[in-house]
């Protein structure tokens, strides 16, 4: 028999959608364990320029009430995939393919995996159409 395989994917999953929960369905079935790195605020301001409407200790709660997630930690920096990696024991990384490529060099420590997104939805999308803008 195999040995059982841990899941790793990260995302900032702000104003959670079925996008999000989809790709944390298919991460789910690749291994037996899913851990999921959801990003803190700091590193959202950093990256996108804004606050997330939902602050880091919500959505780690919604990500980990959700039924295929196995555990939650707050991803700090994207320069530290590795280090996370290496810590929860994944045996594959799990990313959408708007990232294809961009953590190849990760493949001596686990598998890693691009997987579509889903077409047509997204966190900002949301925003501009609940402020009627979209
Ligand atoms: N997603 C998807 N389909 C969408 C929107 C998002 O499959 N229509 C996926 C993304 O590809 C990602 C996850 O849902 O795998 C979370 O999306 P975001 O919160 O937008 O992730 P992002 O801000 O890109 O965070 O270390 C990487 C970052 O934490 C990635």
């Not at 369905?25 to 990003?39: C, H, I, N, T």
């Not at 919604?62 to 994207?78: H, K, M, T, Y």
């Amino acid at each position: 028999m195999s040995e059982p395989r841990t899941v790793i994917t990260f995302g900032t999953f702000d104003v959670f959608h079925v996008g999000h929960l989809r790709m944390i369905e298919r991460a789910a079935g690749l291994g037996e364990r899913l851990v999921v790195g959801v990003s803190a605020d700091a590193l959202n301001v950093r990256k996108k320029g804004r606050e997330p409407v939902f602050s880091e200790q919500e959505r780690l709660a919604i990500i980990a009430a959700l039924r295929p997630v196995d555990g939650v930690f707050l991803e700090e920096s994207l320069e530290l995939k590795r280090d996370y990696i290496v810590e929860y024991g994944a045996d594959v990384l799990v990313m959408g393919d708007d990232w294809a490529g961009r953590f190849d060099e990760l493949k001596d420590v686990c598998e890693v995996v691009y997987l579509s997104r889903t077409p047509a939805i997204s966190t900002t999308a949301l925003i501009e159409k609940i402020s009627g803008n979209g």
